[in-house]
């Protein structure tokens, strides 16, 4: 199993080949600022978004971002786990049920109500690996 540990500030070149390949797999494009501003978040600790990588061998194979927030459903915040991406060549290995594992721990460390994520319908093999791990809800997301 690969070590998760949070993002570190060594760790952009590596951490831009997998969000590169996450946004080619999810067909979007962010600006260079977006980038350097998420990654300079992800690295704060005193911020959100979280992020956490899943490193082998000394190469990052993957990463988690997740931020907590409050919600009118409980007095707990909830976790939303924003992205998920493992290198191509490493899924399959347990990779990505290890960094969602990683981020349960984080919420159940800070008592979280729940947490959710979603992903495109076409994500067949990631969908394969979250019905195993969380239960599909039936909401639909709207979007402005």
Partial sequence: MPEIRPVRSNDRVQW????????????????????????ARLVDERV????????????LVGFVHY????TTW????????????????TRGSGVGRALI?????????????????????FNAEGRALYDTLARRTSFIRYER
């Fill in 101 to 121: 594992h990683a981020v349960y721990t984080e919420a159940d460390r800070v008592k979280a109500a729940s947490v959710y994520w979603m992903t495109q319908e």
């Fill in 74 to 89: 409980s007095l707990q915040n909830n976790c939303y786990l924003e992205d998920l991406f493992v290198d191509p060549a």
């Fill in 16 to 39: 831009d080949a997998l969000w590169a390949g996450y946004l080619r797999f999810y067909r979007q494009h962010v600006s260079i600022e977006v980038t350097d501003g998420t990654f």
């Fill in 48 to 59: 959100q978004p979280h992020g956490l990588v899943a490193e082998r061998d000394g190469s």
């Fill in 67 to 70: 931020v907590f927030h409050p």
